[in-house]
């Protein structure tokens, strides 16, 4: 395991200032407010298209798919920044993130031409189909069934809790191609890429705690698709799906997903916290510091040309169990404070019962999410399980 130092270089931060510039512009036209909206699957085509027009999706792709040439850790401010503001992303998000590297990667010419410029400009939702009914933490025993036909494939079966599958123009599926052999159950399995609107996909809601639709159950039936959408090697999908995971595991989305809460949290102590809300603040910011750094060292090590997949998932595995024990620690903190009358409002100005009635509702809503934190990309058991492989005590 190796975390290399890395630090945010200049033209970082000189992009920081200017998407900071950007997002309050957004929040003052009111196309979001940062303290209302609680979740990253929030989809606003116009947003991303501004975002797309401005270079920030696709930022570190070749130009001539749409790209910026930039680097992971210009891409890593952006990323942080929209987060922090709790900006709707959720349109480009995971096309960004993992299914534009993935198509730059293992997908034809034709294919890369025609779609990576469409995510860039931010015109393009993807999902991930991965988990199934019966496969979920063991990827490697999925069986929605890909058979082969005339000039493509064949697909039946069901994918499910596909976060966005209602929104999204493509998926990239993992789908079965041929048995496991004896020797290698990994064996048989095939990434593909699914257009959305194909015959055959039947698209069924499912609602999280939170009463929210962010994800779907996904019925194929025998739908076609063709010969050019297979990505990379029939039957060799394990080391593409597991490289994918670097990416969706390591981002600072990974401990930022609930941020909103701990800065309302320091808005309800308001300016001179007692003793016990400072060393709590204290406890909380330092963590999430020391999270800050390893995720922002991961991203440099993307950027060296890397694939940090036992760091990212350390990263995941203590950013999201950090997030799960927020909501729980802010509702301790904040018992005691008198929510009619806090200290350091203006006279006359009743800002903390306008901060503790935002406070509260974001208490409610990380209080329901915080569940799903430690499932999604990954269980906490199967991180830990990589994590002990990867330094040899399995
Ligand atoms: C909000 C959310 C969004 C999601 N979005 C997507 C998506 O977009 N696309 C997609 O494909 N999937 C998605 N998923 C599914 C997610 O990847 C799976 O839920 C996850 O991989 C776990 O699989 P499972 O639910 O089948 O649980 P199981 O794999 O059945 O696990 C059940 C329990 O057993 C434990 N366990 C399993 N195997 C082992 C082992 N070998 N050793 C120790 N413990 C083990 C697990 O840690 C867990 O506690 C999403 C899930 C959530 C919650």
Same mark, same amino acid.
């Given at each position: ?198 015959? !055959? ?176 990309? !990954? ?16």
């Amino acid at each position: 395991m190796h975390f290399d130092q890395v630090r945010l270089p200049e033209a970082a931060q000189a992009l920081r200032r200017e998407v900071r510039a950007f997002i309050q512009d957004e929040v003052a036209a009111g196309t979001f407010d940062p303290r209302r909206g609680v979740t990253s699957v929030v989809f606003d085509a116009g947003f991303s298209r501004r975002v797309g027009a401005r270079g920030w999706i696709g930022m570190t792709w070749p130009k001539r798919y749409g790209g910026g040439e930039r680097s992971f850790l210009e891409r890593y401010v952006v990323t942080e920044e929209f987060r922090v503001a709790n900006a709707p992303v959720g349109l480009h998000f995971t096309a960004d993130r993992q299914s534009g590297p993935m198509l730059l990667r293992y997908a034809g010419e034709r294919i890369k031409d025609a779609i990576l410029p469409r995510i860039t400009r931010g015109e393009c939702c993807f999902c991930i189909g991965m988990s199934e009914p019966g496969s979920g933490s063991d990827l490697f025993a999925a069986s929605t069934r890909a058979t082969r036909c005339d000039g493509g494939w064949r697909v039946s079966g069901t994918k499910v809790w596909t976060t966005a599958a209602h929104r999204a123009d493509y998926m990239i599926g993992l789908f079965r191609t041929s048995p496991r052999t004896r020797d290698d159950r990994r064996h048989g399995l095939t990434q593909f890429l699914v257009d959305m609107r194909a015959p !055959g996909i039947t698209v069924s809601p499912l609602s999280d705690m939170t009463g929210r639709r962010e994800f779907d159950e996904v019925v194929f039936d025998d739908m076609f698709v063709p010969d050019e959408h297979a990505l990379g090697e029939v039957d060799l999908a394990w080391k593409q799906a597991t490289s994918e995971l670097a990416y969706e595991r390591s981002g600072p989305e990974r401990f930022l997903e609930t941020s909103y809460l701990l800065f309302e949290l320091v808005r309800v102590l308001g300016d001179r916290p007692d003793v016990r809300g400072a060393e709590g603040i204290g406890r909380l910011v330092a963590q999430l510091h020391a999270l800050r750094r390893m995720s922002v060292s991961v991203a440099g090590m993307l950027e060296a040309g890397k694939e940090p997949v036992l760091e990212g998932s350390i990263v995941k595995d203590l950013g999201t169990a950090w997030q799960q024990t927020l909501p729980p620690r802010a509702r301790d903190l904040a018992a005691f404070v008198d929510a009619g009358a806090p200290a350091d409002a203006p006279a006359g100005v009743p800002a903390g019962v306008i901060d503790r009635e935002v406070f509260d509702a974001l208490l409610d809503y990380a209080t329901l999410a915080a569940p799903k934190l430690t499932i999604q990309g !990954g269980t906490t058991e199967i991180l830990r399980g990589i994590i002990a492989r990867g330094l040899g005590l399995r």
